[in-house]
């Protein structure tokens, strides 16, 4: 039995910028999927609309190579932080994937309010519960 998931990027962890590893990633339009190994596999996957932010780093070797890496970190409590590794076009893996987050947290209603606050004067408010 097999279930066919629509596929919208995939690629491997490359070495000197050739796909030369067991490890595998995909993004779908909901999940973004890694599976390692070549005779124990481990799966994992990160459900899009927990993603909270998204990195994308090039050290000059990458450059060279033309990958880079892209560091995801979301919400998921076995998958805090999804690193795909020496990845083709970064740049462009890293919008793909901003741009179906977006899309998911739209559809599933999904909003993560951010709490801004300074460290000068935080203290004035609890000055008032005092009185």
Same mark, same amino acid.
């Given at each position: ?21 067991? &490890?595998r990633y995909q993004l779908s339009e909901d999940r973004l999927f890694v599976s390692e190994g070549?005779? =124990? *596999? !481990? %799966? ?24 880079? &890496? ?15 590794? =020496? *990845? !083709? %076009? ?42």
């Open positions: 039995m097999s279930i066919n998931i629509k596929c919208l990027w995939k690629d491997r962890k490359r070495h000197l910028g050739l796909p030369l590893s067991f &490890t070549f005779l =124990n *596999i !481990k %799966d994992d996957e990160v459900l899009l609309y927990r993603v909270r932010d998204i990195d994308t780093r090039r050290s000059l070797w990458q450059r060279i190579f033309g990958v880079g &890496t892209v560091t995801v970190i979301s919400s998921d409590k076995t998958m805090p932080t999804l690193v795909l590794k =020496n *990845i !083709k %076009d970064p740049v462009f893996v890293k919008e793909l994937i901003h741009k179906q987050v977006e899309e998911m947290k739209i559809q599933r209603r999904v909003r993560f309010g951010e709490i801004m606050t300074t460290d000068v004067g935080d203290d004035d408010d609890l000055d008032d519960m005092d009185n």
